[in-house]
């Protein structure tokens, strides 16, 4: 179990409803539950995380998500909430007065959704097939391509309407969010996966986008090291 106090806890904030107890039942490899900790971090909620076996799952888990028994859940208020991106949008919810995840502009809010259900059906879809081979290797690394290059057409207008983060800014977006998770499984779908990144005169705006996200700390702070990154993903894709 590991505990996360912010360093700067909001006086303004500082209020009964952000000293509530938030638990995170969650997995350190899993990009649903990094979303949920750069979300809890990013508005800065101090939260513990209870770190679940899933090979082994524990009775905690499979009463608080019964329906699909996997990781993420948040436990608030005595009660569990479920599925990474809809954790998010009750933790920006919940905590209105700390810094806003989720646009409030009907038409913003849709296109962050949108990206959002998108990379998260996409790259984790395409990491199955590659990891447990199956498919054509080859139509799937051409679905990687092609899933950067609608990324790359996408970012543009995100940036111009200021929902992705920018260099030297802290305060991340729900995109931002959703990205940040995936980002410590690039090079491992590269190196086990066999699968190419764009590089930077293909995809500028997502190189872009990554760098920000990279040099911040608030994301980059829930990440594994390599080292624990590659061992999982070695497993993972039947290397070892
Ligand atoms: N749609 C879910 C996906 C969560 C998910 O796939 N969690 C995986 C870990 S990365 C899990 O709990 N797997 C255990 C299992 O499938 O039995 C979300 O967004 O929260």
């Not at 995100?158 to 983060?165: A, F, P, S």
Request: hydrophobic share 40%; glycine share 6%.
């Amino acid at each position: 179990m590991s505990i996360y106090i912010p360093n700067a806890v909001d006086e303004q904030r500082e209020s009964s409803e952000m000293m509530d107890e938030v638990k995170l039942i969650s997995f350190l490899l899993s990009p649903f539950g990094r979303k949920v900790e750069i979300a809890l971090r990013a508005k800065g909620i101090a939260y513990q995380v209870v770190e679940e076996d899933l090979k082994n799952k524990s009775e905690i888990l499979l009463e608080a998500n019964p329906v699909y028994k996997k990781i993420p859940v948040l436990i608030h208020r005595g009660r569990s909430i479920c599925e990474s991106r809809l954790i998010v949008e009750y933790i920006d919810e919940m905590w209105p007065s700390a810094h806003q995840l989720f646009p409030q502009d009907p038409y913003d809010r849709y296109l962050v959704r949108f990206w959002a259900d998108f990379l998260d059906h996409k790259i984790r879809g395409i990491g199955i097939m590659c990891a447990d081979q199956k498919g054509e290797m080859e139509i799937v690394r051409e679905e990687y391509k092609e899933m950067w290059s609608r990324v790359e057409s996408g970012v543009g207008e995100l940036e111009k309407r200021g929902m992705v983060l920018c260099e030297g800014k802290r305060q991340v977006n729900y995109v931002d969010v959703v990205m940040g998770s995936w980002m410590p499984w690039f090079v491992p779908l590269e190196t086990c996966g066999g699968l190419v990144f764009p590089s930077l005169d293909d995809c500028p705006a997502l190189h872009r986008w990554l760098r920000a996200l990279a040099r911040n700390t608030l994301v980059t702070s829930t990440f594994p090291t390599s080292t624990q990154m590659m061992d999982y993903a070695r497993k993972r894709f039947h290397l070892q």
